[in-house]
């Protein structure tokens, strides 16, 4: 019998799968939850703002009245926050998978940096999320689980090598956004090397958006409002944008598709936007070296070893 197609708009059923979302509360994160609640997931939603997550957790629940959500709070830019909300999740049962999506989309113009001297840009969209990931990674490994991490075709257009992991040197806003997902990128493919050398029953699959806007995603009170500027530029750019809902498609299709095996990217087919596909590997990424550096910068700005051992007899 031929394989069914994917369609991202009729999921398959997810009734009794659990997954964590960071970023819950607006873009990306918002519609990926919808989707997988949609779909009879379970969703914890998180994010580090307590008023905008409760704003989008009362969105979806009004839009999809019979979710199966809670939320935690979890800020990646600070290592304490991530401890605490992985000692809360280990509690709560089987986890299937996590989708680390939380991050800055718009760097500040002047480098800043947390209250931990870590630079916020890569702090936040990297080396939260590397914490994060091995503190869930026994639980993963108990549900045979999937981590999905949120790369960017920017890494394509300007491949900065992460050499200055803070930016002490050169910094400007677009080019800490760009590393940090070079960064991430490097740490989900070495993180399926890693866990296959292991034998940890978890895959690390990286994805990608595409060029999803606020401009022409569906206004929802709390999660997305565009002004009308907004929606008048980014319609402009029909042609080579899409909006975040479909954005969302292949961060969905990436953490719960089984055909997917870890180590690979998925984005739009076109590039910028388009039903998921697998995608081709960038070049700033193809080198076991630099992979293997950037885990290990990440393990020591985190302070982070991830437990592979006890993961690998956590069944």
Not at 18 to 30: E, K
Not at 70 to 90: C, F, H, N, P, V
Not at 217 to 234: A, E, M, W, Y
């Amino acid at each position: 019998m031929a394989r069914r197609r994917w369609d991202p708009e009729s999921l398959p059923d997810l009734s009794g799968q659990s997954y964590l979302v960071t970023g819950s509360n607006a873009g990306l994160g918002y519609f990926a939850s919808e989707q997988l609640a949609r779909a009879g997931a379970h969703v914890i939603m998180s994010g580090r703002n307590p008023k905008r997550l409760s704003a989008a957790r009362a969105t979806l629940a009004g839009r999809v009245p019979d979710a199966d959500i809670e939320s935690l709070i979890i800020d990646t830019a600070k290592q304490g926050s991530i401890r605490s909300a992985a000692a809360s999740l280990r509690t709560r049962g089987p986890l299937d998978g996590v989708l680390l999506n939380a991050g800055i989309v718009h760097p500040p113009r002047r480098r800043e940096t947390t209250s931990e001297g870590a630079e916020v840009v890569v702090a936040t969209n990297a080396l939260g999320h590397f914490a994060l990931a091995g503190e869930l990674l026994v639980p993963l490994a108990r549900s045979g689980g999937r981590m999905v991490w949120l790369g960017s075709m920017s890494i394509s257009l300007t491949p900065y090598d992460p050499v200055d992991l803070q930016l002490t040197e050169e910094y400007s806003g677009w080019r800490a956004y760009v590393q940090s997902k070079v960064v991430t990128t490097a740490l989900g493919l070495e993180a399926d090397r890693r866990l296959r050398e292991h034998g940890v029953p978890v895959d690390s699959v990286v994805v990608h958006p595409g060029y999803s806007t606020s401009g022409r995603t569906p206004g929802l009170h709390g999660v997305n409002q565009p002004s009308k500027i907004t929606r008048f530029v980014d319609n402009l750019q029909t042609p080579f944008t899409q909006s975040k809902e479909h954005g969302a498609w292949p961060l969905v299709r990436a953490l719960v598709d089984p055909s997917i095996s870890g180590g690979q990217i998925w984005g739009p087919r076109y590039i910028v936007k388009g039903d998921p596909r697998r995608s081709r590997l960038p070049r700033i990424v193809r080198d076991p070296e630099r992979l293997a550096r950037i885990w290990e910068a990440c393990e020591a700005a985190t302070r982070t070893r991830w437990p592979f051992g006890a993961a690998s007899v956590a069944r």
